[in-house]
């Protein structure tokens, strides 16, 4: 595949994670940062061109190679700066591909309703506001996370495909002792099941890989299986899980993420609340509740404006054993640990563990505490940082490529791309070009359908198709070969 030249601006976490991924895929990268603490400390962990100055400054970004550059990535702490950034080398380099994290919700919100406003009032080609061609909003990618999970039952569930054609998710299940699929090879599922899914990749003790059709799976291991939005329950039971209702949340964080994730859940407006359909539909009776527990007297002060009734809120130490006793906090079904202090998400998760509250949902840092929630109790950990390093690598990988998300602890990924005219994988089945090992196609929407289908041995590939591919993180060579690129 061919290599890109891309200048970051910002060199935080979020700047030096995307910079690894993009050097290790042989890209040509240019990091900019105004802290020279930073750029020191940088100056050997980064293969890359690293600058101490002022993203902002047309001169520095000249220096930079921008005039070359293929895209601009700006992820500084401030929006604005971000903002005034992307639009300032619009003005210069239009045709480059910038790229913005912006964390204020009325930005975002703000913009994608004026696009909408004026996108029928040009003819021809336009510049996008603000010179930026996409805007990454990790609040949001986050809180879209955690509403998913709770509305799979608390699994660590990626549905995948455009909202109009995702019919299938890829689900993170542990295997019980004792389950059908127990001691069962992959190559014999069909015998156990009538429902049609993919063993995509076996964890065991933190190694993660394809399996094959000989490979056994065993209670203990954690599979990532591919089936139909409508399987998932017969999914979640083949794998000897015990499904219970959520009748109760105690929510911890009622900042920009928890409000947000407040609002798709329990949000009485005109229509119902996901909230009340998931509830309504149990056995008539139960009590329902929801609570939201934050430290911040304002934040609670708007909490109760805002939901009025709908919630009972307290500011409160979620720590106070009395306080959780006193208001039964441990007996609730499911606990959502939203703060941006991702380590007392941790502790409160391995506290209601303790305390009998088994299932919860807790906002970390990245992918790399994933193992250390697992083991402290958290059902579904949400790295909130990788969330927009795949957001943003999705866009940076050509135009063939639209989604790219890590699994795994980021060592495995999913992409979804086209296939162009030139790829070397047109005119073929698919089990002409498997390379065990190496890669699966999962699905696979042809040019005008409305659904993706489930790929097998005699799917034929074609210019145009939608396919989605298991991969190892960095593999260009597989991404290559389907875009036709080298």
């Known amino acids: 595949m061919s290599h890109m030249k891309i200048v970051i601006i910002g060199a935080g976490f979020t700047g030096v994670q995307l910079a690894k991924r993009l050097i290790d895929e042989g890209n040509k990268v240019s990091v900019i940062d105004n802290s020279s603490e930073i750029v020191s400390n940088l100056q ?4 890359c061109d690293i600058r101490y100055a002022d993203g902002n400054n047309l001169a520095t970004l000249e220096e930079a190679g921008i005039a070359s550059a293929d895209a601009m990535v700006a992820v500084t702490e401030s929006d604005e700066i971000n903002m005034i950034t992307c639009s300032l080398v619009d003005s210069v380099y239009p045709e480059i591909l910038k790229i913005a994290r912006v964390r204020n919700e009325s930005y975002y919100l703000n913009t994608k309703e004026t696009e909408k406003k004026i996108a029928g009032r040009f003819e021809g080609e336009r510049r996008p506001l603000y010179g930026i061609d996409y805007m990454i909003n990790p609040d949001v990618e986050a809180a879209e996370a955690i509403v998913n999970a709770v509305e799979h039952g608390v699994s660590d569930v990626m549905p995948l495909g455009e909202d109009d054609s995702a019919d299938y998710e890829l689900s993170k299940i542990t295997v019980a002792k004792g389950s059908r699929l127990d001691g069962c090879a992959v190559k014999n599922i069909r015998n156990i099941t009538d429902i049609s899914i993919i ?3 076996v964890e065991e003790k933190e190694l993660v890989s394809f399996p094959t059709g000989d490979t056994e799976i065993h209670a203990g291991q954690t599979i990532s299986v591919l089936s139909h939005k409508d399987d998932l329950q017969a999914v979640q039971e083949l794998c000897g899980v015990k499904l219970t209702s959520i009748r109760k949340i105690v929510l911890l964080g009622i900042g920009k993420i928890g409000t947000m994730v407040a609002e798709r859940l329990v949000q009485p ?11 309504g539909k149990k056995k008539t009776g139960s009590l329902q509740d929801f609570v939201i527990v934050d430290s911040d007297r304002e934040l609670c002060d708007a909490a109760i404006e805002k939901f009025s009734n709908s919630v009972r809120v307290f500011q409160q130490d979620i720590t106070d054993e009395s306080f959780i006793e006193q208001e039964g906090l441990n007996r609730f079904d ?3 640990c939203a703060t941006h202090n991702h380590e007392l998400n ?3 998760a391995a506290y209601f563990e303790v305390l009998g509250l088994k299932r919860t949902i807790a ?3 990245n992918s790399a505490f994933t193992p250390i929630a697992s083991k402290m109790g958290v059902d579904v950990p949400v790295p909130i940082r990788d969330t927009v390093v795949d957001s943003i690598m999705s866009h940076l990988r050509g135009k063939s490529v639209t989604e790219v998300h890590t699994v795994s602890n980021g060592e495995f990924e999913i992409i979804e791309c086209d296939i162009p005219s030139g790829s070397a994988v047109i005119g073929k089945k698919l089990k002409d070009i498997a390379r065990p090992g190496e890669f699966l196609m999962l699905l696979i929407k042809k040019p005008g359908a409305a659904k993706n289908e489930l790929t097998n041995g005699d ?4 210019v145009g198709d939608h396919v989605t591919l298991a991969v190892r993180t960095g593999d260009q060579k597989i991404l290559g070969y389907f875009s036709g690129k080298k």
């Open 363 to 365: 906002l970390i840092t």
């Open 44 to 47: 050997d962990t980064l293969d």
């Open 269 to 279: 407006k005109k229509k119902e609340s996901f909230f009340s359909r998931l509830l």
């Open 199 to 201: 063993v995509v990749l």
């Open 334 to 336: 499911l606990c959502i």
């Open 459 to 462: 799917t034929y590939l074609n």
């Open 346 to 348: 941790l502790m409160v």
